[in-house]
């Protein structure tokens, strides 16, 4: 018999506690984005495909050409050339491909560059029909980020 | 001014119908913000400011779809169903005050004609069950009968409660009666110390009007995840949405029920200006405690539904009516 009277009132009272949580939470206010309208706002260390540093005065990138990230990439989705530089001095970056249907996001290019010269775009909403969208040529990306610059 | 009766039944009539109408369409939307805010989301906000047009854009939808019979459904019972489901919310309203002049129809036994088509309205869910011939339609109708069927008892007697302290089963009467302010409503009843017992036959008629109109926690006639959708599984088209009308007008008429037994009816809680604004104040206010309690509370099993009513609310009800009528026959 007590167990009875005590399911009556523990009940009761979780019962009651259950409304003021959601009445709590009614005048709470709303945590919905209304994404197409409202972009929402990227954690700091969001990851996007990976691009190139372009130095700050020349816009030039910063890559040396030294292959590290291709050798780090697990799933071999970036294939970069270089040449010798005109000066003599070093080596320039020709061309940087990445394939980013087979890139997994896991960041070991941009942490064994020793050079700034990658990092993660902050690109969230890139789709597309054809795959051919994501044979990404980072060298073209650059120069139009270059031309938007002031 | 006195109008011919027909005259006067003809406007009562398309001010119910539109009265229920208008309930039926945007309950559904207050529902869906409500659950939205518990939740903290928006809710419908495309159709119309603020989502007003979505009641108006969801009935189009229903209208324009094809009214599906299936092979193997008794197709007469199966079309009656729906219509019948809306009839009872509808007679209910007749004979509800809605203040001291605003009433369709006034007549003695107007409670109890209420709880008769109450039980009404659980046969048309049966019908729409078993016309469908599905095996999760059954399922549901049988549970919705044994359901309604313990969630009568206790409800009728809390009514008999009310029905002690004043003297009739006339819902005009029984708001009559509690004309004043907060202290001579049923509630909260000072007279004859009733105060003290009236807190626990509205809890029991809240739970059991809650029950009765098949809303969470006790939908297990339509439990979306083990029945598809009940008794309503192979309906379409406008038959499915009679069905989710009659819910709603059957939550309005639960509500003016409660606000008239035990609010008051159409009086003021600080006895100013009583009038029919108060008697529509209390029933969305009811109505917004039935939509949140039905988003804050998981639904229950039927064992535990029946053991509710049979081991709890029953007994409780009765020792509260033994009570109630010793103090009526004591003080």
């Known amino acids: 018999m007590s167990g009875y009277w005590r399911d009556i009132f523990v009940g009761a009272k979780s019962l009651l506690t259950g409304l003021c949580i959601t009445g709590r939470e009614f005048f709470r206010p709303v945590v919905t984005e209304q994404y197409p309208y409202e972009a929402p706002t990227l954690p700091a260390h969001f990851r996007g495909h990976i691009e190139l540093i372009g130095n700050e005065e020349t816009g030039e990138p910063n890559c040396v050409v030294c292959n590290m990230c291709q050798m780090a990439c697990p799933s071999g989705c970036i294939a970069l050339t270089g040449e010798r530089a005109p000066s003599g001095k070093g080596r320039v970056l020709t061309s940087y491909m990445l394939d980013f249907t087979t890139c997994s996001l896991c960041g070991l290019c941009v942490e064994s560059c020793k050079f700034n010269a990658l990092h993660f775009s902050r690109e969230y909403n890139r789709v597309a029909f054809d795959k051919n969208v994501f044979q990404m040529d980072l060298m073209a990306r650059l120069k139009e980020q270059n031309q938007c610059k002031p | ?331």
């Open chain 2, 1 to 331: 001014m006195m109008t011919h009766p027909f005259v006067r039944a003809l406007i009562y009539l398309i001010g119910l119908m539109a009265f229920a109408g208008l309930n039926a369409a945007y309950l559904v939307w207050c529902e869906r913000k409500g659950a939205a805010r518990i939740q903290r989301r928006i809710g419908p906000c495309e159709v119309g400011w603020a989502g007003l047009l979505q009641p108006l854009a969801d009935g189009l939808k229903l209208m324009t779809k094809q009214l599906l019979v299936p092979d193997g459904v008794d197709a007469a019972l199966f079309r009656l169903a729906p219509v019948l489901a809306m009839l009872p919310g509808m007679v209910s309203l007749a004979v509800i005050p809605f203040s001291d002049t605003l009433q369709a129809r006034e007549m003695e036994l107007s409670a109890l004609l209420i709880f008769a088509f109450a039980s009404v309205g659980m046969l048309c869910v049966l019908l729409g069950g078993w016309a469908s011939g599905n095996k999760f339609a059954i399922i549901s109708s049988t549970r919705a009968v044994s359901q309604n069927l313990a969630y009568e008892i206790p409800m009728l007697l809390t009514v008999i409660t009310i029905a002690l302290i004043v003297g009739s089963l006339n819902l005009r009467d029984i708001a009559m009666e509690q004309q004043g302010n907060l202290f001579h409503w049923n509630l909260f009843r000072l007279e004859g110390w009733h105060i003290l017992t009236m807190w626990i036959s509205f809890i029991i008629f809240f739970i059991c009007s809650i029950a009765e109109t098949n809303r969470a926690p006790f939908d297990l006639a339509e439990a979306e995840s083990e029945l598809v959708a009940g008794y309503m599984t192979e309906y379409s088209s406008m038959g499915y949405g009679l069905f989710m009308m009659a819910e709603y007008i059957n939550i309005v008429v639960g509500a003016c029920l409660t606000a008239t037994l035990f609010l008051g009816g159409w009086a003021c809680p600080f006895g100013l200006a009583p009038g029919w604004w108060w008697f529509v104040l209390k029933i969305y206010v009811l109505i917004f405690t039935i939509i949140w309690v039905r988003w804050t509370y998981p639904r229950t099993q039927i064992y535990r539904l029946l053991n509710l009513s049979w081991k709890v609310m029953i007994p409780f009800s009765l020792v509260n009516l033994l009570i109630t009528a010793g103090l009526v026959k004591f003080l």
